[in-house]
């Protein structure tokens, strides 16, 4: 998704140089606004595709789905392998368990016995041997316990890969929903249902267009007497010929003068430079990008 400011025409005639009140303008300029690109996240067949050029959309709603058959398929055919792994992987406790028992029977048996040969009733030969199968069935445990994490951490190794392609996929299938960015307007639909979406192609560009930003220019010698958060009177043209004001904030100043745009008329002609500035206004619906306004400023 890209943002870029969008003008969908130039000012092509001049508004009147006097508002409805007759004072002459301050500053001229067209409406604009952050146009976005939505753009497919992943490839596959548009099966839904839910957009108008001119419907307003709520930010969230989910407008579109690609195919995602093959998706699916691939990521069954990887659970699957995950499970056949697993279902191979040592049972420890039960291999240990065989080791534990003898462990435990010869750890009595020795108890036993060294009683019987501290009372002579049992020669000492036999506590040896007891001992020495001890050591043995302890080293033969360690052994197998180390078999088996070798064999355990082998097929985990095989399953860890297998697990992120699986969230790959459970990402993409996500992508495949196409879910509407911001509240706004469909201004172009770029892609129709039935048609190949490619990751990174745009399916469709959408603005919010309340409110809108006016932007406009003025001459040096103006800059003394606007500052940013200052309230304006912005006139644009009417139905009925004549001029609607509406009520608009300055929300930045350019801090660099650059030349007068051909097309835009300033309230001194003999100054050769502008300052650029833009001005927020509340959009009932009448207010269209790329319409001319003129802007006085509150004395």
Not at 40 to 58: D, H, M, R, W
Not at 190 to 211: C, D, F, T, V, W
Request: proline share 3%.
């Amino acid at each position: 998704m890209k943002y870029h400011i969008l003008t969908l025409s130039l000012i092509s005639i001049f508004l009147s140089s006097c508002s409805g009140s007759g004072a002459k303008a301050d500053a001229y300029g067209n409406f604009e606004t952050d146009e976005l690109t939505v753009s497919a996240e992943t490839s596959g067949k548009l099966i839904q595709f839910n957009v108008e050029e001119g419907s307003y959309i709520k930010a969230g709603t989910i407008v579109g789905v690609i195919d995602t058959t093959q998706l699916h398929l691939k990521k069954k055919q990887l659970e699957a392998g995950i499970t056949a792994i697993s279902k191979k992987l040592p049972n420890e406790a039960a291999q240990l368990a065989v080791f534990n028992e003898r462990i435990i029977t010869l750890n009595h048996e020795i108890e036993r016995v060294t009683k019987l040969v501290e009372s002579k009733a049992a020669p000492s030969k036999q506590l040896d041997d007891m001992n020495a199968e001890l050591e043995v069935t302890l080293k033969q445990k360690a052994a197998m316990a180390s078999t088996l994490s070798t064999q355990t951490q082998g097929m985990l190794a095989e399953i860890e890969p297998l697990r992120y392609h699986v969230m790959q996929l459970e990402d993409q299938l996500k992508k495949s929903s196409i879910r509407n960015p911001i509240d706004g307007e469909v201004l172009t639909t770029l892609l129709q249902k039935g048609e190949l979406a490619m990751q990174g192609r745009p399916l469709y560009k959408i603005a919010s267009l309340n409110p809108l930003i006016l932007r406009a220019y003025v001459s040096g010698d103006m800059l003394t007497s606007i500052k940013i958060g200052d309230v304006v009177s912005v006139f644009t043209d009417n139905s009925n010929e004549s001029l609607k004001e509406s009520e608009g904030k300055i929300t930045w100043i350019s801090s660099e003068a650059e030349f007068t745009p051909k097309i835009i008329q300033t309230r001194d002609e003999r100054t050769s430079q502008v300052y650029a500035m833009k001005i927020e206004v509340s959009n009932d619906g009448s207010l269209k990008i790329g319409m001319p306004a003129e802007i006085q400023f509150t004395d």
